[in-house]
């Protein structure tokens, strides 16, 4: 059973900066498909940054500058440093992970910047 735990969120001021952290419960030295997404209230779930095949990193536009996902593989970790936010950065972050086709998602950490 792969499980993801993700820290590191709280309230933060407009302007401040976040590390999120998700620690896998397996290696992730082969894993390519790692990544962070959020889901504001009321609205969906939507990819915030993750690594790709060859690797390569993608990143939602409102983010691209800002934002900047990292990895681990010996902690088994995966991080995402947030810069510049913005109270519309507001929102649950999951960490997702794909292994052999199927996704695997943490409980989520809450991000709330306030303007």
């Known amino acids: 059973q792969v499980q993801l735990v993700e820290s590191g969120g709280g309230l933060v001021q407009a302007g401040g900066s976040l590390r999120l952290s998700c620690v896998a419960s397996?290696?992730?030295?082969?894993?390519?498909?790692m990544g962070w997404y959020r889901q504001a209230p009321g609205k969906q779930r939507e990819l915030v940054a993750a690594?790709?095949?060859?690797?390569?990193?993608n990143y939602a536009d409102s983010v691209k500058g800002r934002f900047s996902i990292s990895r681990d593989n010996a902690k088994r970790t995966v991080y995402l440093q947030m810069s510049s936010l913005k109270p519309e950065d507001t929102g649950v972050y999951y960490c997702?992970?794909?292994?052999?086709?199927?996704?695997?998602w943490g409980q989520g950490t809450q991000v709330t910047v306030s303007s």
């Open positions: 997702n992970l794909e292994l052999y086709g199927r996704n695997y």
């Open positions: 397996l290696s992730i030295w082969s894993i390519n498909n």
């Open positions: 690594f790709a095949s060859g690797g390569l990193t």
